[in-house]
């Protein structure tokens, strides 16, 4: 049964520095790997998929790692600033319809 | 496309009434999921249509749920006889899938989700 923990549950940083988020998951037979931000009452926006062919994809100051014989994956935040407060997921695609979630890092990062 | 609608965005009920959601994914989408999420934890996977056809239920998705999809478009989630249990938010997500390979090969794309307050 796959299993997906991220650590650490939450996160308080000053402005401006880089920070990484860390996503494990149990069985390395995966399909894809997505990465999620949620705000306070919302749903989850999508912020970086990658396919289990791939080792990493970049979206702005966002970089997603992918190592699927470890059962990790990462993502990395540049330069962080105040709106990039939020709750991160990972979610982890075992192939057809599942998608197991995370309970995520809620992120404070500090004026 | 203005992305995954849902609505209400907010529903309080009483125990013991019924309540329905909906959502509109995106147009192109041919995967439709509901999810349910509870405060602290990340969503949980409800259940899933490949266009008009329910494929999977979970085990959380007791005989008191019910989805559709009628036309393939949008999908209606109906609680009835809603206990305080049922209070958590409800999220629809959507995914364009290659028909045949079985496989999820589409990014999920999110509505805002619905919140449910059971009295």
């Known amino acids: 049964k796959q299993e997906v923990t991220q650590i650490p549950a939450a996160l308080s940083v000053p402005e401006g520095e880089n920070l ?5 998951f149990t069985d390395s037979a995966i399909y894809n ?3 999620f931000r949620q705000d306070p009452g919302k749903g989850l926006t999508s912020l970086l998929l990658i396919q289990s062919s ?21 993502l990395y935040i540049a330069a962080s600033q105040p709106g990039d407060s939020a709750t991160y997921l990972c979610a982890v695609n075992t192939g057809g319809f599942k998608t197991i979630f995370g309970a995520g890092t809620r992120l404070f990062v500090k004026a | ?11 309080i009920t009483k125990r013991g009434q019924n309540v329905t959601f909906r959502c509109d994914p995106i147009s192109e989408h041919n995967r439709l999921y509901w999810y349910r999420q509870t405060l602290g934890q990340g969503p949980e996977f409800l ?12 085990r959380l998705l007791s005989d008191r749920f019910s989805a559709e999809r009628p036309k393939g478009s949008f999908s209606t989630l109906e609680i009835q006889r809603t206990e305080q249990g049922d209070s958590a938010m ?15 090969t589409g990014e999920l794309f999110f509505g805002e ?7």
């Open chain 1, 20 to 24: 990484v988020l860390n996503c494990s």
């Open chain 1, 33 to 35: 790997l997505q990465w």
């Open chain 1, 54 to 74: 791939q080792r990493e994809q970049t979206s702005g100051r966002l970089n997603a790692s992918l190592d699927k014989s470890s059962g990790r994956s990462t």
């Open chain 2, 1 to 11: 496309d203005t992305g995954v609608s849902q609505n209400p965005r907010h529903k």
């Open chain 2, 47 to 58: 259940t899933y249509f490949q266009n008009e056809a329910q494929l999977e239920k979970s």
């Open chain 2, 90 to 104: 409800y999220l629809c997500a959507s995914s364009f899938n290659l028909i045949g390979t079985g496989e999820s």
């Open chain 2, 113 to 119: 989700g619905s919140r449910l307050t059971v009295l």
